[in-house]
């Protein structure tokens, strides 16, 4: 009996070290990050100021310079991508699992990936709109509108790179060797959703966490099925820029530039809100799906193998 209390003990006290050690390499990776994305954000006001000699030189006046935005947004991407590429390399790096990056059969899940994306989205912001959720108002197509899409696909582009480096690559493959796939999933789901706590309409109700929930734990089901990240990253850019720059929802609460402007009306459980299409029931019943329909694909896979 104390030989069996004693084995309960220690396997407690190396789950606790364990635990301990996934959470200080997390917070190391933020400390990275956010050096990282402070010196470029520096170098980016130093770049506006020099663009613009007449800019005052005010935080304000900064903050507000269009170029600034843009350098910050992707000071923070490169950040993201940095700090998790500097804390695998210094301690993960040898122990026998990888972030996902490997070329082996890129093209093709990146494909897959894209495609799932934008036809789960579409069956999305359709519904919505069919359900009466929104109202659609078209704008003419212009060579500027191209232009600001086509930056707009660049960032999506960075965006999801560095959101699924971070959760899906480095967070569940790091809590995967520990625990297990199933905690490496859940645990990179459930700090994917947090991740977007202070986005515009985040809290108007509960269904923009419960997608969030559900769209990282499709990614996470991608990333895991699939061997690597290029299939969960080509769904993410995908997702992203059809809602926003496609349809003109509101992508996790931040508007974008699009050719049409979805207009939320009604019911908030049914339009979104100023969330966009995540806030609706209508994505929550497509996450689902697409998650359902994933797992049974794959499961097909592995049996006709």
């Not at 026998?96 to 093209?107: E, I």
């Not at 659609?136 to 960075?158: E, N, V, Y």
Request: hydrophobic letters at 55%.
């Amino acid at each position: 009996m104390e030989r069996r209390e004693g084995k309960l003990i220690e396997v407690k006290h190396r789950m606790s070290i364990s635990i301990l050690t996934i959470a200080g390499k997390v917070l190391l990776t933020f400390v990275f990050i956010a050096l990282i994305t402070v010196i470029l954000s520096i170098a980016a006001a130093v770049a506006a100021i020099v663009r613009q000699p007449n800019l005052e030189f005010t935080l304000s006046s900064i903050a507000q310079d269009p170029f600034f935005v843009q350098s910050a947004l992707w000071a923070q991407i490169i950040g993201f991508i940095g700090g998790v590429l500097i804390t695998f390399a210094i301690f993960e790096r040898r122990k026998g699992w990888s972030l996902g990056l490997q070329f082996r059969q890129f093209p093709k899940r990146l494909g897959e990936g894209f495609l799932a994306g934008a036809v789960l989205i579409t069956l999305s912001c359709g519904g919505i709109w069919l359900f009466g959720g929104a109202s659609l108002l078209f704008t003419s197509w212009t060579a500027a509108l191209t232009l600001k899409m086509l930056g707009s696909f660049l960032l999506f582009i960075g965006v999801g790179v560095n959101e699924e480096l971070f959760a899906r690559g480095f967070l569940q493959g790091l809590v995967k060797a520990k625990f297990g796939a199933s905690m490496g999933m859940a645990v990179s789901t459930f700090v994917f959703a947090l991740l977007h706590s202070f986005n515009p309409g985040m809290w108007d109700s509960p269904l923009p966490f419960i997608n969030l929930l559900l769209a990282g734990l499709l990614f996470a089901v991608c990333r895991e099925y699939s061997g690597g990240l290029w299939m969960p990253i080509g769904m993410h850019v995908s997702w992203n820029f059809f809602q926003g720059c496609m349809f003109g929802f509101g992508v996790s609460g931040t508007p974008m530039v699009s050719w049409m402007q979805a207009q939320p009306k009604g019911s908030l459980y049914l339009s979104g809100g100023i969330f966009g299409a995540e806030g609706s029931f209508v994505t929550t019943v497509i996450l689902l799906i697409g998650i359902l329909g994933l797992y049974a694909y794959y499961h097909k896979l592995s049996k006709n193998r």
